[in-house]
């Protein structure tokens, strides 16, 4: 059974750092894009980052987040710089059961519960 454990949210003052941290567990995920979605108070969850053999990054995060991932223990981390009070969300880690990196969620076969990420003006 496919397990994807998100931890490192918080509250965070704006122009602060958070790392998330997500674990997968149930299968090997090497060759699988993992990817992070965010979804904000009334609005449509939507794509952040995603990691496979290339990266790739939503405008609105490009320069302030930074994705990356340990193959060997299976988790994918994302970097959060510079936050802003519109990055502030629950976040969700994903992961497509392909080595092609896509923005959209529909695209991707298992999740996390989420965490939640607060950032204060």
């Known amino acids: 059974q496919v397990q994807l454990v998100e931890s490192g949210g918080g509250l965070v003052q704006a122009g602060g750092s958070l790392r998330l941290s997500c674990v997968a567990s149930?299968?090997?995920?090497?060759?699988?894009?993992m990817g992070w979605f965010r979804q904000g108070p009334g609005k449509e969850r939507e794509f952040v980052a995603a990691i496979a053999y290339n990266t790739q990054y939503t405008d609105s995060v490009k320069g302030r987040f930074t994705i990356s991932r340990d193959s060997a223990k299976n988790t994918v981390y994302l970097q959060m710089n510079s936050l802003k009070p519109e990055d502030t969300a629950v976040y969700y880690c994903a992961v497509r059961r392909s080595g092609v990196v896509l923005p959209t969620w529909s695209s991707y076969d298992y999740w996390g519960q989420g965490t939640q990420v607060t950032v204060s003006s």
């Open positions: 149930g299968r090997t995920f090497s060759s699988y894009a």
